[in-house]
């Protein structure tokens, strides 16, 4: 592994540098990834963004989010500069198969791979790591990295106050999860003070629904909710016909798992999505109940302990049948 010292005297002359995060990026992941390319473009280097997909309309305000390269419609020029870059930035995952199809041009390159992330047993694909299970959000991990690892801050300008201040808003539910600590508020007032303007973020954010998106959670919360009060567990199961009917696109199924979340007494929910070429799992919880491990075990996936994710790849009725029956086995935590 790099030291800090190296990595700043890598860093010291100019370099070519590609940033990268996961598959259909949320609001920590583009708002870290751009945060760092402004921050990397005013000391003079090179850099490129590439997301290995699209991601949710509400973030297409952010500053400069226009000159993300997306991997699915520009592969080949992609991976040139991929294969160009001296140094990657892997921003808000902790495994190269987070990133999808880029997965394979990464593990070849000999690039110089610096990891800034949150999530639990990273892999061992980096040369420098700023690894952190307990940050709230990858964003704090960039604020960090600039103000307390480069000695800074005073490269701080309002565009990456607002990125950063995006990513930790979007990862702690709008400041309401656990994660939330005095030192995250301590960052966010900071971050005020540098330029972000937080409640004009978070009508961007928030505030931007389509019509077509309102309708669909009214129509998932009439008719696909269903609530096991023996297991205090609710969950939604989405068809693909659903998608159809309601034209969704990317992001317009964020934050429909925490509804289910937010009825009384629930300790365990789930979004179960048949996205036709497979199903996705989101599982949230309260208090200590892992939904990590569960995602891990049963669902080749993983994330944080209140809030993860997996796939399947049988068909929709049998994965809900399938989460189902794992319930019995975690009653007692579930009951407590």
């Excluded at 939330?180 to 928030?206: F, M, Q, R």
Aim: with cysteine; aromatic share 8%.
């Amino acid at each position: 592994m790099l030291t800090i010292t190296t990595l700043k005297e890598i860093l010291a002359e100019p370099k070519t540098i590609v940033i990268t995060t996961h598959y259909k990026p949320d609001g920590d992941a583009l708002g870290s990834s751009l945060a760092m390319l402004l921050w990397l473009k005013a000391r003079g280097h090179q850099v490129q963004l590439i997301v290995p997909s699209d991601y949710p309309s509400f973030l297409h305000w952010m500053p400069h989010q226009e000159e993300a390269l997306i991997y699915t419609d520009h592969q080949a020029q992609a991976d040139q500069l991929i294969k160009q870059a001296d140094l990657i930035f892997c921003l808000d995952f902790n495994g190269l198969g987070r990133t999808h199809d880029m997965q394979g041009i990464l593990r070849e390159s000999q690039a110089i791979k610096v990891m800034l992330d949150h999530h639990l047993v990273p892999e061992d694909f980096d040369d420098f790591r700023l690894w952190d299970t307990d940050a709230a959000a990858t964003a704090l991990l960039v604020y960090d990295f600039i103000v307390n690892l480069m000695d800074d801050r005073a490269s701080i300008t309002p565009e990456i106050a607002s990125c950063i201040y995006t990513g930790i808003m979007t990862d702690t539910g709008s400041f309401r999860f656990q994660s939330t600590t005095a030192a995250v508020h301590l960052t966010v007032a900071d971050l005020i003070l540098l330029g972000a303007k937080n409640a004009e973020i978070h009508d961007l954010v928030y505030n931007s629904s389509s019509e077509n998106r309102l309708r669909f959670l009214g129509f998932c919360l009439l008719n696909r909710l269903q609530v096991l009060p023996q297991f205090n567990t609710a969950y939604f199961a989405i068809t693909k016909e659903d998608l159809l009917r309601f034209n969704i696109t990317t992001g317009d199924t964020e934050g429909l798992v925490n509804y289910a979340l937010s009825i009384s007494g629930i300790r365990l929910a789930a979004l179960i999505i048949d996205r036709t070429n497979q199903i996705k799992l989101s599982l949230r919880s309260t208090g200590t109940f892992p939904v990590n491990e569960v995602c891990a075990t049963y669902f080749n996936g993983g994330g944080h302990r209140n809030a993860a994710g997996g796939h399947d790849d049988l068909p929709l009725a049998q994965v809900v049948d399938k989460f189902k029956s794992i319930l019995p086995s975690y009653q007692e935590q579930l009951t407590l």
